[in-house]
């Protein structure tokens, strides 16, 4: 500060600087907040400075702000910066001219505010004990000198350097044994795994053989049923026969055939846990029509109606399956114009069958087999089609209306001329001859999920 800028009265009879954060004594005295004598007397008139306050006028701190003032970073760091006093803070938070407080040692440091971070780090010229100085090392020099040290005289250091060179070697050495061993495990892993594969392969090997004698028994158990069922069809009263008497006539029946339809009513009935009442000469009396009865026991002996079955005969034959709870093997056999109507078919095998003209009105279909059936201009007025398989079945010139094919397959089918119904939910007519065949038009026909032609 120019001296003639700053009159006496305003300067600190300690510091002999102009005030800074000024204090009143009690006594009028003004003094820095940093020189209050810790004495707690009065360097003036040696009184008691018993108490201190920092009203200072409003004027007196507006005229020590506006004093004219140099850079405390003047002489050390060669700083030009020159402006009122009030200023002064805010300059030094950005100059550049801060100089280490070891110069006088040779540091030439110069910098801005990072000085702290210069003196703790970075300065060499600074004086540092040993790192080890808690373990009793009592070096102090400059941080320069600090690695030497620690190099070639401290005692500590060398102790420490020779510990950590035989950890490092223990920790190698224990690496090492843990490698082998993990070596060893593997190996013995891989041997384990090695034989756990050939017995999986000797088990496979062995499962393999015995299914090939399975199947090979199979065969011949399959081949010995063949030629049982030929004996059956030439003399079919060899095994276990069963004497019947229907309707006053008389004959006599294998118990296979009668259980060959183990959820049947003459299953139950002829089954070893049911025993019948018997005439005098032992035969079990049946009340059934005699014509009936006999068709449905060469049905079930031969596995199928015969292909020279008459429309009435295929009446009774239903009759008599319906009465005894009998699926009818109806496949390859001629029913043209059969009365079938009302009649539960489902889940029948009717592979192809011919039903030209045949009554099949309300007839129950569902799930039933009709792959390369004949249909032509049957009478299917309401009957359920439902799921069933038609596929290369004849259906031309059929009504098809009022039937319900949801999810029934007509792949193939011949459907040249016909009517089909407004309801068709999920069917598929893939490579269908589909030609001068329409759908009902009528309002709310629903063709959900309908497969058609390609073409």
Not at 304 to 319: D, P, T, V, W, Y
Not at 358 to 370: E, F, K, V
Request: proline share 4%.
């Amino acid at each position: 500060v120019f001296p003639s800028q700053c009159p006496e009265e305003f300067r600190c009879p300690v510091c002999h600087q102009p005030l800074r954060d000024p204090l009143v004594a009690s006594c009028a005295h003004t003094y820095c907040r940093a020189c209050v004598p810790e004495t707690g007397t009065c360097t003036q008139c040696r009184g008691e400075l018993a108490s201190l306050t920092d009203h200072i006028p409003a004027f007196v701190l507006q005229l020590l702000g506006k004093l004219q003032v140099y850079c405390s970073n003047r002489l050390p760091g060669d700083c030009k910066w020159f402006g009122q006093r009030d200023s002064l803070r805010e300059h030094l938070e950005n100059c550049a001219h801060f100089s280490c407080p070891h110069r006088q040692r040779g540091c030439k440091w110069l910098g801005n505010a990072r000085r702290a971070i210069h003196i703790q780090k970075e300065c060499t010229f600074i004086d540092v004990p040993c790192k080890h100085a808690v373990a009793a090392c009592g070096w102090v020099g400059s941080r320069d000198e600090l690695p030497s040290h620690l190099l070639s005289e401290c005692v500590i250091e060398q102790k420490l350097r020779v510990e950590l060179a035989e950890q490092a070697a223990a920790a190698k050495r224990l690496k090492e044994e843990r490698a082998r061993e993990a070596a060893e495990r593997q190996r013995l892993l891989d041997e384990e795994r090695a034989k756990e594969k050939a017995e999986r392969r000797r088990v496979e090997e062995e499962r393999a053989k015995e299914e090939a004698e399975r199947q090979r028994k199979e065969q011949q158990a399959r081949l010995a049923r063949a030629r049982a069922v030929q004996c059956r069809l030439l003399n079919p009263l060899v095994p276990d026969v069963v004497k019947l008497s229907v309707r006053g006539k008389r004959m006599q029946i294998s118990r296979a055939v009668l259980t060959s339809q183990p959820a049947s009513l003459l299953a139950v009935l002829f089954s070893e846990h049911h025993e019948l009442s018997v005439d005098a000469d032992g035969y079990a009396c049946v009340d059934a029509n005699v014509r009936g009865f006999e068709l449905m026991i060469n049905a079930l002996t031969c596995g199928r109606s015969g292909g020279g079955m008459q429309a009435h005969e295929a009446e009774l034959l239903f009759q008599a399956c319906s009465r005894f709870e009998v699926v009818p093997p109806l496949a390859r056999s001629s029913l043209r114009g059969a009365q079938l109507s009302y009649l539960d078919l489902s889940g029948c095998n009717l592979e192809g069958a011919n039903l030209s003209s045949a009554d099949l009105r309300y007839a129950n279909l569902s799930g039933a087999n009709l792959r390369q059936a004949n249909l032509r201009q049957a009478n299917l007025d309401h009957a359920n089609l439902r799921n069933a398989d038609l596929r290369d079945v004849d259906l031309r010139d059929t009504d098809l209306t009022y039937v319900d094919i949801t999810g029934t397959r007509f792949c193939g089918a011949k459907l040249s001329g016909a009517t089909l119904p407004q309801q068709a939910r999920q069917a598929d007519f893939d490579s269908c001859d589909m030609s001068a065949a329409r759908f009902t038009t009528r309002v709310g026909a629903t063709l959900t999920g309908v497969k058609l032609p390609r073409d």
